[in-house]
């Protein structure tokens, strides 16, 4: 069996053959589209049907902006934005794989015993709240498991590493045996772009992407419309659309298996060439 088989719910996905997950950022101040589905139910719902239309297999639900210096939000406020979220959800859908981005245990729990949610998605890899990988490990879900040097407020003051990617190889191999300890069957890793990395440390990772097939697991990449994009480039998150399919291209061809996106069709085409390129 690959590798790259995860069990959601009961069924298997394969990820050896890349899938796009589109972002749903529900929070008034992410740095690229802060509040445009933040309180309104249709806009929402327009967002989940033009990801699903354009080809996205998961949906990445966030209620809690991890830019660099954002607000502090309350575990209730969390879990109130998403539970207005899974409000438009229950009434217009019945069969979508969703993730939800969140570093709290609490939330986990709520989102997948409450809400049904599919897979947890934590930027902190289980250091901001101790009692997460016992709590993925009990709800027994796919756990996104992504390196971060630092907390949002603080990651790029200084990032610092003897070599960006040997000590976040180290770091997660660190983590997921502590997970395998715990019974977790199914992990996807994520090296974390732009949380705490300088655009030069971003760069020698993504150079050395292959790096992470030591692992053996699906590999995530989220690179859309990041700063070292627009910085290299000296341009906007709103002109980093052609930056980001030129990265996403490369990502899949060190190995990327989900592309985590603001721009699923694009993101889509690029699977579906790569993949006539595999022949």
Do not use: W
Not at 34 to 57: P, V
Not at 144 to 166: F, N
Request: proline share 3%.
């Amino acid at each position: 069996m690959s590798s790259k088989i995860i069990n959601i719910k009961g069924k298997l996905c394969d990820l050896s053959h890349p899938v796009v997950m589109g972002i749903l950022n529900i929070t008034p101040d992410s740095f690229f589209d802060g509040g445009k589905y933040f309180s309104e139910s249709d806009k929402i719902k327009a967002r989940i049907d033009q990801i699903l239309t354009e080809g996205g297999k998961i949906i990445d639900i966030g209620a809690y902006s991890s830019r660099p210096g954002a607000d502090d939000v309350s575990e209730d406020e969390e879990y109130r934005r998403l539970t207005r979220t899974f409000d438009v959800i229950a009434a217009n859908y019945s069969d979508l794989t969703i993730s939800v981005d969140t570093f709290r245990s609490g939330i986990a729990r709520k989102a997948v015993l409450e809400f049904g949610v599919d897979i947890i998605n934590d930027i902190s890899a289980g250091e901001i709240d101790k009692n997460m990988f016992t709590t993925v490990a009990e709800l027994n879900v796919p756990y996104i498991l992504m390196h971060m040097q630092g907390r949002p407020a603080d990651m790029q003051d200084s990032p610092t590493y003897a070599d960006v990617v040997e000590d976040i190889v180290l770091y997660l191999s660190r983590k997921v045996m502590e997970l395998r300890q715990l019974g977790v069957k199914d992990i996807i890793i994520d090296p974390g772009f732009g949380f705490g990395k300088t655009l030069e440390q971003n760069y020698a990772l993504l150079n050395r992407l292959e790096a992470f097939d030591v692992f053996e697991l699906p590999l995530l990449v989220g690179i859309s419309r990041k700063s070292m994009i627009y910085k290299l480039l000296n341009k906007t998150p709103q002109e980093s659309l052609n930056g980001t399919t030129v990265l996403n291209t490369l990502a899949l061809t060190k190995g990327a298996s989900i592309l985590r996106v603001h721009d699923v069709k694009e993101a889509v085409e690029c699977v579906t060439i790569f993949e006539a390129l595999k022949g």
